[in-house]
């Protein structure tokens, strides 16, 4: 099993930073490809950010330019930069990790995320 521990959330205004953590534990494997997901009330969740272990990442277009994710292997921890928010990020930010040996899927509990003036 791998546990992922979020942290960072908060209430921002439109057009400051944030800047999530997780942390991963357990069986984590530094292979895993890492991610961050969302998910707005009414709304299904959606990726937002990826980074493999080959340090390729991935955006969705609404924030490309906007947010910038990162990962210390050393520290088993994934970042998430974000700056410029508006008030259409205002989601639950979950962290998630695809082991690619067990091709098992791993969430964590979500950190909220609110940009409001």
């Known amino acids: 099993q791998v546990q992922l521990v979020e942290s960072g959330g908060g209430l921002v205004q439109p057009g400051g930073s944030l800047r999530l953590s997780c942390v991963a534990s357990?069986?984590?494997?530094?292979?895993?490809?890492l991610g961050w997901y969302r998910q707005a009330p009414g709304k299904q969740r959606e990726s937002v950010a990826r980074i493999f272990s080959t340090g390729i990442t991935w955006y969705l277009d609404s924030v490309k330019g906007r947010f910038t994710i990162s990962r210390d292997n050393a520290k088993n921890t994934v970042y998430l930069q974000m700056k410029r928010l508006k008030p259409d990020d205002t989601a639950v930010y979950y962290c998630n990790s695809d082991d690619p040996g067990t091709r098992q899927r791993y969430w964590g509990q979500g950190t909220q995320v609110t940009v409001s003036s």
């Open positions: 357990g069986s984590f494997s530094r292979a895993s490809a």
